[in-house]
């Protein structure tokens, strides 16, 4: 199984930002697609944002269009989440995965690996 590490997470107030991080323990990113998703308390994983392998198709949810930047940094082994205008709807459990690809929906079980997630808490 590939492992995959989140990072940047914490607390933020509403209309904040935080850069979550996404990278690989003992394999490259660049072969997959990139998939972000976040799960809040007591709902279903939802699809955020997604890269295809070399980064020129990008998907996002509606609820994030605007103000969530996904991007890969294929030399430095690593996909990111830039995350502006947080609200507290924000909040949840954010998670990135390997996927075959990058279409919308973002679905959950078109994504293979996982990481174990960072919180993002968005209060004030």
């Known amino acids: 199984q590939l492992q995959l590490v989140e990072s940047g997470g914490g607390l933020v107030q509403p209309g904040g930002s935080l850069r979550l991080s996404c990278t690989a323990s003992?394999?490259?990113?660049?072969?997959?697609?990139i998939g972000w998703f976040r799960q809040a308390p007591g709902k279903e994983r939802e699809g955020v944002s997604c890269i295809t392998i070399g980064g020129s198709s990008i998907r996002s949810a509606d609820s994030v269009k605007g103000r969530f930047a996904i991007s890969r940094d294929n030399a430095r082994n690593t996909v990111y989440l830039q995350m502006n205008s947080l609200k507290p709807e924000d909040t949840a459990v954010y998670y990135c995965?390997?996927?075959?690809?990058?279409?919308?929906?973002?679905?959950?079980?078109?994504?293979?690996?996982w990481g174990q997630g960072t919180q993002v808490t968005v209060s004030s």
């Open positions: 995965a390997t996927g075959r690809g990058c279409r919308s929906p973002i679905v959950a079980a078109s994504y293979d690996s």
């Open positions: 003992g394999f490259r990113l660049d072969y997959y697609a």
